[in-house]
């Protein structure tokens, strides 16, 4: 085989393993991101009086009378201090 095929193949051949490896790290998972989307989506399915750095912006306080026709008292929680 001249050297000018083998080394065409030999190219060849590193260029799939580079797209292997970079299909590979283009797979990794980044938790962090997963995590900190997780959190905030469990922030804006919150209810009630919300704090005033609540991070959902288009979320407002709700069900603030939820249950009022019925004669139900809302529980009133006082601001933890809870860190998850």
Same mark, same amino acid.
């Given at each position: 085989? $001249?050297?000018?095929?083998r080394s065409v193949k030999?190219?060849?051949?590193? /260029?799939?393993?580079?797209?292997?490896?970079?299909?590979?790290?283009?797979?990794?998972?980044?938790? /962090?991101?997963?995590?900190?989307? =997780?959190i905030l989506f469990f922030?804006?399915?919150?209810?009630?009086?919300? $704090? $005033? #750095?609540?991070?959902?912006?288009? @979320? @407002? #306080?709700? /069900?603030?009378?939820? /249950?009022?026709?019925?004669?139900?008292?809302?529980?009133?929680?006082?601001?933890?201090? =809870?860190?998850?």
């Amino acid at each position: 085989m $001249p050297a000018a095929a083998r080394s065409v193949k030999e190219l060849a051949a590193a /260029g799939v393993v580079l797209a292997m490896l970079l299909s590979a790290a283009a797979a990794q998972h980044d938790y /962090g991101d997963a995590l900190h989307k =997780c959190i905030l989506f469990f922030e804006g399915q919150r209810s009630g009086r919300l $704090p $005033p #750095d609540q991070r959902v912006r288009w @979320r @407002r #306080d709700s /069900g603030l009378h939820d /249950g009022a026709a019925a004669g139900v008292r809302a529980l009133v929680l006082i601001k933890s201090s =809870c860190l998850l």
